[in-house]
């Protein structure tokens, strides 16, 4: 799985726009179970096994699809605090690196550029609450970083939903 940083952005791809109907059905069968077979994908959308590798390996490298991962409950690792981390630089010279030092820290688990007063909404996990008032010290110490502001989540509903495009809905 590619590793994106602010400096290697894939540049806009319009072949990455084309993507039809079975592709989306693809898509969706992988987002809700990435260990599906070729097999298995073949069958559940009326495809040989050969045509749903080879669209599954188009997708891959068009990079559609980015990688495969395990989805972990963050509760059942000692991780049951959930918070969001609005970040406003300074009104200096920005940083185009911050997001690459949010991401060395292992408690930020999304980085999100944003409009508004923030630069930044970091969605982070920690043990306990002593543990995130650490992490948002340590943000607060990085040079450019003016303020935080910091939501703390109670319950998490869903998250991690798939994709689905609006054509592939109707």
Known sequence: MQRYS????????PERRRIDATDWQI???????????????????????????????????????????????ATAVGMPV?????VQQ??????PDLPATFADHPNVVECHSIAGDES???????????????LINDIRT????????TIVGLTTWF???PTVASAARE
């Not at 300074?90 to 940083?95: A, H, M």
């Not at 040079?143 to 935080?148: G, I």
Request: aromatic share 6%.
């Open 6 to 13: 602010v400096r290697n952005l894939p540049a806009e791809n």
């Open 27 to 73: 898509l969706g069968i992988l987002q809700q179970e990435g260990k599906a077979t070729y097999a298995d994908i073949a069958r559940r959308i009326g495809l040989s096994q050969a045509a749903a590798h080879d669209r599954v390996k188009k997708l891959e490298g068009r990079g559609v699809i980015r990688g495969y991962r395990a989805v972990v409950d």
């Open 82 to 86: 959930t918070a969001f981390i609005f």
């Open 90 to 95: 300074s009104g200096g010279p920005r940083r």
């Open 120 to 134: 930044f909404m970091l969605k982070v996990r920690a043990a306990d609450t002593v543990e995130l008032e650490r």
């Open 142 to 149: 990085v040079e450019t970083v003016e303020r935080t502001r």
């Open 159 to 161: 998250e991690g939903r």
